[in-house]
Structures are given as C-alpha cells and as structure tokens.
C-alpha cells in the first residue's frame, strides 16, 4: 500500500508508481521559525508579566491563547498543507493530490502531456528544488508546481514517459 499519493488499489492494471513525493522541505522553513519565535514570545512574556498580581493569570491565559492561536495559524495549517500535498508519477498518469479537510486530486494522462519544461532560481539550484511545468491537451490544462523536490530527476523521469507514452510504452518496453 503507498503511503502517499495514490494508494495501489486505486491503480489501474499494468500501471505502477515511479516517483511519489511532497513539495520540498523548503515549504517548512517558516512554519518551523514561527514555532520557534512565538515560543520564545511566550516564555518572554511569562517572565514580564509581573508575579503575585491580581491579574497574572488573566494575563497568561491571554498570552497563551493569543501563542496557540497562532502557532495553528503560522505553523500547523502550512505543515499540514505540506504534508497532505502530494505529487504521483506513475506509469500511465501524473497525479496531484491537495486539501487538508476536503481532498482535491487532479490526473494529467501521459499521453495528454504536450511538453515538460522546469524553472529554477539561485536557492532553489542550491537546495535541489524549482517549479515543474505540464503542459497538457487535457481539460486540466497545464500545471504549474512549485518547490519539486529533487526536480531534475522529476523532469527527465516524466519526460521520459511522456515519450514512452506517445510511442505506446511502458517503462521502456
């Protein structure tokens, strides 16, 4: 059973998973520094307000639910938008699959793909990430994803099936 993207009862016969991934870890990189400031704002506030007074626990029960508030908004909605996006390749398709609550999933068939081509900046070069673009004949239209992992060996991996694909192949053969 796959973990993530999509599940292998939910393939289609002769079809099989290549490259399943998350967007990069990049996408985590403010989530974690809004954990790590609105802890130290917390305990912060903890040591100024002042002990003994009337008002000190009102005070804390303030800060901490202003803290909380926060964090779910800052850090827990983007990991968890982070963690349920999820990118498919397989044999036959390119699947992307997205939502927290609800579930959005979208297919691009192989066959439909007219071009693939990817952009990356200065950081992202460094970090192995950029942006995948799928142009496709399909209703989809083409699809833009940004922060792709890894997306050199994401790019030539769908290219190459694309190509398989419109010479009527499967992995190659």
Same mark, same amino acid.
């Given at each position: 059973?796959?973990?993530?993207?999509?599940?292998?009862?939910?393939?289609? $016969?002769? $079809?099989?998973?290549v490259?399943?991934?998350?967007?990069?870890?990049?996408?985590?990189?403010?989530?974690?520094?809004?954990?790590?400031?609105?802890?130290?704002?917390?305990?912060?506030?903890?040591?100024?307000?002042?002990?003994?007074?009337?008002?000190?626990?009102?005070?804390?029960?303030?800060? *901490?639910?202003?803290?909380?508030?926060?964090?779910?908004?800052?850090?827990?909605?983007?990991?968890?938008?982070?963690?349920? *996006?999820?990118?498919? +390749?397989?044999?036959?398709?390119?699947?992307?699959?997205?939502?927290?609550?609800?579930?959005?999933?979208?297919?691009?068939?192989?066959?439909? !793909?007219?071009?693939?081509?990817?952009?990356?900046?200065? +950081?992202e070069?460094?970090?192995?990430?950029? *942006?995948?673009?799928?142009?496709?004949?399909?209703?989809?239209?083409?699809?833009?994803l *940004?922060? !792709?992992?890894?997306?050199?060996?994401?790019?030539? $991996?769908?290219?190459?099936?694309?190509?398989?694909?419109?010479?009527?192949? !499967?992995?190659?053969r």
């Amino acid at each position: 059973m796959c973990r993530m993207g999509i599940p292998e009862h939910h393939l289609t $016969e002769g $079809e099989r998973v290549v490259h399943s991934f998350h967007p990069h870890w990049k996408r985590l990189v403010r989530p974690v520094l809004a954990v790590v400031i609105l802890l130290a704002a917390l305990v912060t506030a903890f040591l100024l307000i002042p002990g003994g007074e009337p008002y000190t626990g009102y005070a804390r029960i303030a800060v *901490t639910a202003v803290v909380v508030i926060l964090l779910v908004w800052w850090a827990l909605v983007p990991y968890l938008r982070w963690v349920t *996006t999820s990118y498919t +390749l397989t044999t036959h398709r390119f699947s992307i699959s997205t939502g927290i609550l609800n579930k959005s999933q979208d297919d691009i068939p192989l066959a439909k !793909v007219s071009s693939v081509s990817s952009d990356q900046r200065l +950081l992202e070069r460094i970090l192995g990430c950029g *942006t995948l673009v799928v142009e496709s004949a399909s209703d989809t239209g083409d699809l833009r994803l *940004t922060d !792709v992992p890894r997306i050199q060996l994401v790019r030539s $991996e769908l290219f190459r099936l694309v190509e398989d694909a419109a010479d009527g192949q !499967v992995d190659g053969r």
